[in-house]
C-alpha cells in the first residue's frame, strides 16, 4: 500500500484530530501532504507540534484559497468540512477525488471491519461492542475501536493483523463521502439531525445509507425493524439482512427482540432466549435497543454469549449520556450533554419516572422541536431554557397554562445561570437532567466540554 501513496499530491481539509491523523499516514508512506485549515497560525501551533517529526508537510492558514488545488491528486476532508465549503465544491468542478481518513481506512485495513452509524447510540454501540470483542477474543488476536469517538483507527493499520478485527463510529458526517463499507454494517435508527449541516432529511438519510449500499453477499447489514428512518433502507442492502427491535420478527427473517423480560435471538424459526433485560444496567428503552444491536452483531461476528452477557452486566454507561453526576439534597442531576438533538432528549426524558426539571439549549441544528415539546407537556415539571436557541424552543413550548406542566418555565442566558435555577426549583426526589437538544456551540467547544462544565458546577452546589 505504501507505494500507491508515493509521490501523491494530497490537500487535507482542516487539521483535526482526524486530519492530523491522515496526514501522518499519508506523509509516511511518501505523500505530499498539503494541511489547510481556516484557524489562524496561531492557533495551530498544537496541531504543527504534533507532526514536527514530519518536516516535509506544508501548513496553510486562515482560510481555504483555491489555489491550493492547482496541483493535487487527491483532496481530503476532515468530518467538520461541509461538501457546499467552495473550495469542496471547485474541486469537484474540476473533478479531482474526495476522500477521508475513513474511506482510506477501509481501503487498506487488512482485517474485517464492524461499522455503527445512528442518530443516536452509536458511541454507546461501538463502546459496548468493543468491550465484548476484547473479552471473547483470544490473543494473539485483537479488537481496535475508533473512527468517530477515540482515535482514527488509520492510526493504527501498521499495528492490525488480519485475524484482527476493528469496530469503528460512522458519523454521517464521514459517510457522507464514503463509496466503501463494512464487513458488518449496523445502522441503529435514522431521526432528523445535522439538518444544519446535510440540508434536509432525505441527504441525511443518504449519507446514512453508504454504510451499507457498497457491500457484498457476504456481507451483514444489521437495521432497526421498528425504526422507520433505518427501515427505510432495507432495499438498499447488499449482503444478509440481520435486524433488532422489541417485537419478534417475521418468520424467516433473523435477529434479536425482546420476548417478555428476556432478550432474545430469532433465527427465522426458533426462539433462543439470551439473557434478562434486568442484567441491563443503563435506563432507557433507548438503550434496551442499543443492546439488541449490539447481541445481533455479536450474534453475526460468532463471540460468546457469555462473554457479552458479563460486559452488558458490568456497563454502566459512557460519560456525558445519561450519566449521574451528583446526588444533592435529595435531587439526582443527570448529565446527558450529547443529546444535541431533540429526538435525543425525548429518549432521555422517556428514561425516567421521576419528577424531571430539564435543561434545554444551546445552538440549534434546524430541527423541528414539535414532538418534543408535547413531550414536555405530558412529563416534565419544570424547563429552564439557555443559550442561542432559546427563544426558538420557548416558541415551541408556546404559552404556559396555569396548573398545567411545564408548571415553571425559566429562561438563563447560559447554563451556570440553568444550574442555579435548578437548584432552587427542584425538590428532594426530582432528577434534574441536562439534556439539552442542541449543540454546544454556542458557548463550549463541544458536548464533552459543556458536561465537564456541568459537572464542576453541579458538584460545587453548597
Known amino acids: ?17 482526524q486530519g492530523l491523523a491522515l496526514a501522518r499516514y499519508l506523509a509516511q508512506r511518501g505523500a505530499a501532504v498539503t494541511l489547510n485549515d481556516q484557524r489562524p497560525a496561531e492557533h495551530m501551533e498544537t496541531a504543527r507540534q504534533a507532526l514536527s517529526d514530519l518536516p516535509g508537510i506544508q501548513w496553510v492558514f486562515g482560510g481555504h484559497p483555491t489555489s491550493l488545488l492547482d496541483q493535487v491528486d487527491l483532496v481530503c476532508l476532515s468530518g467538520g468540512v461541509p461538501l457546499t465549503l467552495p473550495i469542496v465544491q471547485e474541486a469537484i468542478h474540476r473533478g479531482i477525488p474526495l ?47 475508533g473512527g468517530n469517538i477515540g482515535n482514527p483507527l488509520i ?17 454521517s458526517f464521514q459517510l457522507e463521502l464514503m463509496t466503501r463499507s463494512p464487513h458488518i454494517a449496523a445502522i441503529l435508527n435514522i ?54 427491535g422489541f417485537n419478534r420478527p417475521p418468520r424467516g427473517e433473523v435477529g434479536t427482540c425482546l420476548e417478555g423480560d428476556r432478550l432474545c435471538w430469532w433465527n427465522g424459526s426458533e426462539i433462543q432466549p439470551l439473557f434478562p433485560r434486568a442484567e441491563i444496567r443503563l435506563r432507557g428503552d433507548h438503550n434496551v435497543a442499543n443492546i439488541l444491536a449490539t ?44 443529546a444535541t438533538a431533540p429526538e435525543r432528549t425525548a429518549a432521555a426524558i422517556r428514561a425516567f419516572d421521576e419528577p424531571l426539571v430539564l435543561l434545554l439549549g444551546g445552538r440549534d441544528k434546524n430541527l423541528p ?8 407537556h405530558e412529563r416534565v415539571d419544570h424547563v429552564i431554557v439557555f443559550g442561542e436557541a432559546a427563544e426558538k424552543i420557548l416558541r415551541a413550548l408556546g404559552t404556559q397554562k396555569t396548573g398545567q406542566r411545564p408548571y415553571t418555565l425559566d429562561y438563563c442566558a447560559t447554563l451556570e445561570e440553568a444550574i442555579r435555577v435548578a437548584a432552587r426549583v427542584a425538590e428532594p426526589g426530582d432528577v434534574v437532567l441536562l439534556s439539552p437538544g442542541c449543540t454546544s456551540f454556542d458557548a463550549f467547544r463541544d458536548f464533552e466540554a459543556r458536561g465537564e462544565a456541568f459537572r464542576q458546577w453541579v458538584k460545587q452546589l453548597p
Open 155 to 171: 492510526s493504527y493499520l501498521d499495528e492490525m493483523q488480519p485475524h484482527d478485527i476493528a469496530i469503528m463510529e460512522l458519523s
Open 1 to 17: 500500500m505504501a507505494q500507491r501513496w508515493q509521490g501523491q499530491r494530497v490537500l487535507i481539509l482542516g487539521a483535526a484530530r
Open 191 to 244: 431521526t432528523p439531525n445535522h439538518l444544519d449541516r446535510h440540508g434536509t432529511f432525505k441527504a441525511y438519510q443518504a449519507a446514512k445509507a453508504h454504510i451499507i449500499q457498497h457491500q457484498h453477499s457476504r456481507d451483514f447489514a444489521i437495521l432497526n425493524r421498528e425504526d422507520e428512518g433505518a427501515w427505510a433502507l432495507r432495499n438498499q442492502v447488499q449482503g444478509q439482512l440481520i435486524t433488532f
Open 99 to 145: 476522500s477521508n481518513d475513513s474511506q482510506i481506512f477501509l481501503e487498506e485495513t487488512p482485517c474485517p471491519v464492524i461499522g455503527i452509524t445512528g442518530s443516536a447510540g452509536k458511541t454507546t454501540t461501538t463502546t459496548l461492542v468493543g468491550k465484548i470483542a476484547e473479552r471473547a477474543l483470544e490473543p494473539p488476536r485483537r479488537a481496535w475501536v
Open 369 to 376: 422541536w414539535e414532538e418534543l415539546a408535547r413531550l414536555i
Open 295 to 338: 447481541l445481533a452483531i455479536v450474534m453475526v461476528a460468532g463471540w460468546d454469549m457469555i462473554s457479552a452477557r458479563e460486559v452488558i452486566r458490568e456497563f454502566t454507561g459512557v460519560p456525558h449520556r445519561l450519566e449521574l453526576v451528583r446526588v444533592w439534597r435529595g435531587i439526582a442531576w443527570y448529565n446527558d450533554s450529547i
